[in-house]
């Protein structure tokens, strides 16, 4: 398998925690140094894993935690193959809205299925693969639901999980440890966070501040 020469970064955290808007400002940093980075969300990215988003998150409430773990990999495996692994190899900056870190807090803390097997599936879609940089946006649920609130945003089948599922995701992304990993304040504003994460990425890879 070819090396991976890019470099891999995944922001994680909560419903509402400002993954979305800190892609963004990185996406349009690097834009302006010159790099145009590739963007990817999970679920989603390609015909197959945004057909097993739809699923997910808009089909019926009553689907399985064993039939949402894999409708998960299914759909990031595919992504992986067909997007994340060669934008990687060819050089690319890959900024992930959710990866991995997500089913780790989701189906395992969340749902309460088997951590090893869990990791297993994940293990066997990613192939392996796991970003540079995890930037964690840490936030209370229960914050994270009155911005969405706030927002008039219609929640999803996930969303409408209820309040004590949540917590225990929120639970699950502020305990996370590894290599990697960067916790982050999510409540602080945007424009701090983002030069928080700037800063992150700089410190591992110093070549991008040229």
Known sequence: ??????????????????KSSQVALLAARLRQRGSEPVLVREPGGTPLAE????????GADDVGPEVELFLLQVARADLVRRVIRPALESGRLVIADRYELSSR??????RGLPELEVRSAIALATGGLLPD????????AQA???????QRKAP???????AEFHRRVAD??????????VHLDGGAPAESV??????????RFPALAG
């Open 1 to 18: 398998m070819p090396a991976v020469r890019g470099i891999f970064v995944a922001f994680e955290g909560v419903e509402g925690a400002g």
């Open 105 to 110: 807090a989701y189906q395992i803390a969340g």
């Open 51 to 58: 057909e097993a988003r739809r699923l997910l998150l808009h």
């Open 144 to 150: 994270g639901r009155e911005r969405q609130a706030a």
């Open 194 to 203: 983002h030069a928080a994460v700037w800063s992150a990425l700089l410190s």
């Open 172 to 181: 699950a992304f502020r305990t996370a440890a590894g290599p990697g990993i």
């Open 156 to 162: 999803d089948r996930m969303e409408r999980a209820d």
């Open 133 to 140: 940089l995890y930037v964690v946006l840490d936030l209370p």
